[in-house]
């Protein structure tokens, strides 16, 4: 089993070019996050068969919010999918409801604080309270894992100061916007080598365009796997 700190975003359109890179990349990625670009396009079929017939781990990548009942509904369903990682909004309501929708299933609820497409301007537009960005990232997330979440995705930035959190004990922290030394960055901003993202306190990365775009899917996430394994990256959770 590869190094499963490696979440390879299957940000393409259906499920067959998603089954394809995943031949492609063969047992270099054990982990794989499919989101919600691919939802009408067989996602829930492809997790269905990279778990069962092929034995990845499943990141499913919903971004969910709504009442409480609906939520808790929703991931009751979603958890028959016998997925890895869920991603739900971080609000209290939503966290504790998909905490209850999982059961005893062993799914890990990871909450979204403020999406990084945003910023202040935005907040001030969908009447969030004042304050700057970092610092409601760092409330919400310390109000969605005492909420019950058992992780939460952050920018690479945001990763060491969530890990200093007290409510952050024994959570998980997973960072997307990752790019390998050399990599194009497309439209991710605050980013973060994979090692430096590792060596903050992030637990996974994610990383998509960098392997799914190379000439050689395979060789980029061997690459990353190989910075991993590196001593700049450390295991500060585990
Ligand atoms: O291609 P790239 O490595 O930028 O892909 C990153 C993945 O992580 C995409 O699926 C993107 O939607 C997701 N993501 C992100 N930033 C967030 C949350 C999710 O880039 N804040």
Not at 9 to 15: F, G, S, W, Y
Not at 123 to 133: E, I, N, Q, R
Request: proline share 5%.
């Amino acid at each position: 089993m590869s190094d499963d700190r490696l979440i390879v975003a299957l940000d393409v359109p259906n499920a067959l070019e998603g089954l394809a890179l995943a031949q492609k990349l063969g047992d270099a990625v054990s982990f794989y996050k499919i989101g919600l670009g691919m939802l009408t396009g067989g996602g829930l079929a492809l997790a269905n068969e990279l778990k069962d017939e092929m034995g990845k781990k499943i990141f499913l990548d919903m971004k969910l919010f709504d009442i409480g009942q609906t939520v808790e509904n929703a991931v009751r369903g979603l958890a028959q999918f016998n997925l890895d990682f869920l991603t739900v909004h971080g609000d209290p309501h939503v966290v504790r409801a998909a905490q209850e929708g999982k059961g005893d299933k062993d799914l890990k609820i990871l909450a979204v604080t403020i999406l990084t497409s945003l910023d202040r301007a935005d907040l001030d537009a969908s009447c969030y309270k004042d304050g700057d960005v970092q610092s409601l990232v760092l409330e919400r997330a310390a109000k969605a894992m005492e909420a019950g979440a058992d992780g939460v995705i952050a920018s690479p930035q945001e990763a060491a100061l969530i890990r200093a959190l007290p409510e952050a004990e024994g959570k998980l922290i997973v960072t997307p916007g990752v790019r390998p030394v050399g990599a194009a960055l497309g439209d991710q901003k605050r980013i973060a080598t994979p090692a430096q993202a590792i060596a903050d306190g992030a637990d996974h990365i994610v990383v998509g365009r960098p392997v799914w775009t190379a000439a050689d899917p395979r060789q980029a996430a061997q690459n990353i796997l190989a910075e991993l394994a590196s001593p700049q990256a450390t295991m500060p959770n585990g």
